[in-house]
């Protein structure tokens, strides 16, 4: 069974800067690319980013690029979302996610996490 777990969210101020952590079980993630994603009160959810398998590249969506990082560790089974330069407009419950490939939308994605929230005030 796959298990994913978020941790790291929690709250912020505009301008500060946030790590989350995903860590898998289940599976070896080397085998699979990883995304994030967000989902606010009342919206869909959207895409973050997303990583290869071996973490030689990396996509963002329009509004994270360049205050967010994502990154792994195959060794330890963990991806990880630095999020720096926060603004409110960040503040959702934030998933990740195993898949096939580095795609973009969440219903082409395997499993998923529980998702970690994190709150940014102004």
């Known amino acids: 069974q796959v298990q994913l777990g978020e941790s790291g969210g929690g709250s912020a101020q505009a301008g500060g800067s946030l790590r989350l952590s995903c860590a898998v079980s289940?599976?070896?993630?080397?085998?699979?690319?990883m995304g994030w994603f967000r989902q606010a009160p009342g919206k869909e959810r959207e895409f973050v980013g997303t990583?290869?398998?071996?973490?030689?590249?990396?996509n963002y969506a329009e509004s994270v690029k360049g205050r967010f990082t994502i990154s792994r560790d195959n060794a330890k089974n963990t991806v990880y979302l630095q999020m720096n330069s926060l603004t409110p407009e960040d503040t959702a419950i934030y998933y990740c996610?195993?898949?096939?490939?580095?795609?973009?939308?969440?219903?082409?994605?395997?499993?998923w996490g529980q998702g970690t929230q994190v709150t940014v005030s102004s």
């Open positions: 996610a195993v898949g096939l490939a580095p795609f973009s939308r969440p219903e082409q994605y395997l499993f």
């Open positions: 289940g599976r070896t993630i080397s085998m699979y690319a």
């Open positions: 990583i290869t398998r071996s973490g030689d590249r990396m």
